[in-house]
């Protein structure tokens, strides 16, 4: 008790700045966070939109170039060349769109659990993305034949270049999405479990949104 009291006193005296000293190794424990760190994006999420705002970049340069030369050129197309086939690429145009639509059903159904209309919708998109890349391969092989090639002229190369550069991400697209479909097969996709199934879906939007914009400039201006 004597040496408590002792203590006490001790501690009585001690001037106030060092009472307030902090602990030895230590110190005052941090101050909580204004607010809880939150997760905006998964990884995937994050590396989609940004390959996404790359892929825009490019196309935005591809059309900038075909601009230049379609205002600088006193007749176009040059004389020739094969005209387009507006009329097949414009139904071929509805389908692309149409495929865009039953991707969002698609990316709707597994939020409510639905296995089979995701499986159904995720299959008819490709179907319809696969009837588009056969369409557009024929007409490329037939303007091929009728003259228009990359050597052909400006016109023909600007054509391949900025066409067939779209057609390569159709098939990417597609590729992407046959694996998801395959996936969904498999039932790694549920309301807690869909970061891969609406990539894929922000992706073929992206893909189709792009082709009405070149099929305006290309075919119809």
Not at 35 to 58: D, H, K, Y
Not at 101 to 108: D, E, S
Request: net charge positive; glycine share 10%; aromatic share 12%.
């Amino acid at each position: 008790m004597a040496r408590s009291s002792t203590a006490r006193r001790l501690d009585e005296a001690l001037p106030e700045s060092a009472a307030k000293q902090p602990a030895f190794g230590g110190g005052e424990p941090p101050t909580p966070p204004v607010r809880p760190n939150v997760t905006i994006g998964s990884n995937a999420w994050v590396a989609v939109i940004v390959f996404l705002g790359a892929e825009a970049m490019f196309f935005a340069g591809l059309i900038g170039a075909y601009i230049v030369f379609r205002v600088s050129a006193p007749i176009w197309p040059p004389p020739f060349q094969p005209r387009l086939p507006i009329g097949v690429t414009g139904v071929n145009t509805l389908i692309l769109i149409a495929s865009a639509v039953t991707m969002r059903l698609a990316v709707k159904a597994v939020f409510v659990s639905d296995r089979k209309k995701l499986i159904r919708l995720l299959g008819l998109t490709a179907i319809l993305g696969g009837i588009f890349l056969a369409v557009q391969g024929y007409e490329w092989v037939q303007l091929f034949h009728f003259g228009l090639t990359l050597s052909s002229s400006v016109y023909g190369g600007l054509f391949y270049t900025l066409i067939g550069f779209h057609g390569l991400h159709v098939v990417g697209a597609l590729t992407w999405l046959l694996i998801v479909f395959v996936l969904a097969e498999r039932g790694r996709f549920s309301k807690e479990r869909q970061v891969g199934l609406q990539t894929c879906g922000l992706y073929w939007t992206f893909v189709v949104a792009l082709w009405p914009v070149l099929y305006g400039l290309v075919y119809l201006l």
